[in-house]
C-alpha cells in the first residue's frame, strides 16, 4: 500500500512547507499543520510567510486547487511528516519537545497502518525515542503486527537541501530513508518517489540520523579549517584568500571559504547532537564548533583596534543574513557581531545595511545606535566597513567608495 491518501505535514517552516508543497504539486493530498495563525493564514491565502524561491508559485497553485490546506489541529492521516525545529537546549544536549509534542498530537488519530515519518534534525535514537512515545500510549497498536495489533510504520528521512534552493534539491537530491523495520523504510520509499527524482538510499534509522548529522559535520569541520587558517594567515601578515585559492590548485585540496562565523540552524546546531551523544569520542567535531563559534569574536577585535582610533566612529556592517541573498538570520554571526558592535562601542553609530530585509530585527531596532540603511549610504557616511556577508550587492559595490575607509572584509569579496 502506497501512503499516500492524504499527508499530513507537521510543522510548515523552512522544510515543511516545502516539502508539503512539492507533494501537493505532485498530485498528493496535504494537510499542513502548523501551530503558528501567521503561518496556517499565509498558506491557505497561498503565500509564503518567508522567502524561497520557487516556493511561492508551488504553493499558490496547491492551493487554488485544493490540494493543499493548512490548519492548527492535527488531523486523521495515512502519513505523517514531522519537520519540526530541534534546538539545543544547555549542555548542547537536542531538545526534543516540539518532536514530542508534534508526536502527542498525532496519537490520538492513529487508527492503525499508518506511516509516521520524522524528517526534522534528531540525534541518534530519536525516531526510536519517538516510536516508543506512540507505543506506550497505545497498547493497540504494534511496529510489526505482533498478537495481530495493527501496524504503525517509523522512519528517519532526514532533509537536507540547501536553504536558497530547496525546491530544486527537493527533487536533485538523493534521499537517505532509515525505517525502524524494512517495511516502514519501503513504505517511506514509496512516498518519497512521487517527487524525488533521484536515488532513495534505504537504511536504519539510527544510521539515517548519523547521516544527517555526519553531513553537517563534515561541512563545519571544514569550514572551521578555514577559519582557523584566516587567523593564522592575519598573524602571520598574509591573505588567507589569496592562500586557499593557491592552495586549491592542488588536485587534492578544496579547502572551504573562511568568514565571520557559521551561522543558520543547521551547521552551527547539528555538529553539538553528536558531541552530546558521544562526548569523549567527538573530539574533533568539538573542536571545530569552538573555532567557528569563536570567529566572531576574532572580527568584533579586528573592528574593536580601528574603532578605537576614532572618537564616535561611524561603522557600517554590511549584511545581517546567515548567509548570501537570504532574509534568514537565524543564528546569523552578522547580526550577532552587529548587535555586540553597537552594544559594546556605544559611542560608535551602527549602520546595518541588509538588502533583504525591510526593517530591523527586535534584537537591533532595541538599540538606539544602530539604523537600517542602504549600501550607498552606509559606506560613504562610515568610517569603518565591516563586511559580513557576500551578498550580491556587496560584490557589485563601486569600489571608488571604499577609498580612505577602513574595510575588514570577512568574505574576501572586494580583493
Ligand atoms: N559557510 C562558510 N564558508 C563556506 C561555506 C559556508 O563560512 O565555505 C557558512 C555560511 O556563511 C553559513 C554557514 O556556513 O553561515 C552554513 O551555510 P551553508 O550554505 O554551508 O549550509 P546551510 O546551513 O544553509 O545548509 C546546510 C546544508 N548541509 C550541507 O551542505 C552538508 C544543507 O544541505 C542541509 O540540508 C542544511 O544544512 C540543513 O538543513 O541541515
Redesign the pocket.
Known sequence: MVHTSTVAVIGLGY?GLPTAAILASNGVKVIGVDVSDLHVDAVNRGEVPFIEPDLAIHVAGAVSQGMLSAQKNTPQASTYIVAVPTPFKDGYAADLSYIEAATDAIIPQLRGGELIILES?SPPGATEHMAKRVLDARTDLSLDGSEDRPIVHFAHCP?????GRVMI?LVTNDRIIGGLTTAAAEQARDLYQVFCGAELHLTDATTAEMA?LT??S??DVN?AF?NELSVIADKLGIDVFELIELSNKHPRVNI????P????????V?PWFIVSAVPDEARLIRTAREVNDNKPEVVLGKVKERADRFKNPVIATLGLA??PDIDDLRES?ALMITKKLAERHPEATILAVEPNIAELPDSLASLDNVTLTDTEDAISRADIVVLLVDHKEFKNTDRALLIEKAVIDTRGVWR
Open positions: 522544510i534534525t532533509e537536507r537541501v540547501l536553504p534539491e544527517k553531513e553537517n563534515f561541512r569550514i578555514a572551504l571559504q573562511p568568514g562565523g557559521v551561522g543558520g540552524h543547521c551547521i552551527a547539528d546567515f548567509k554571526p
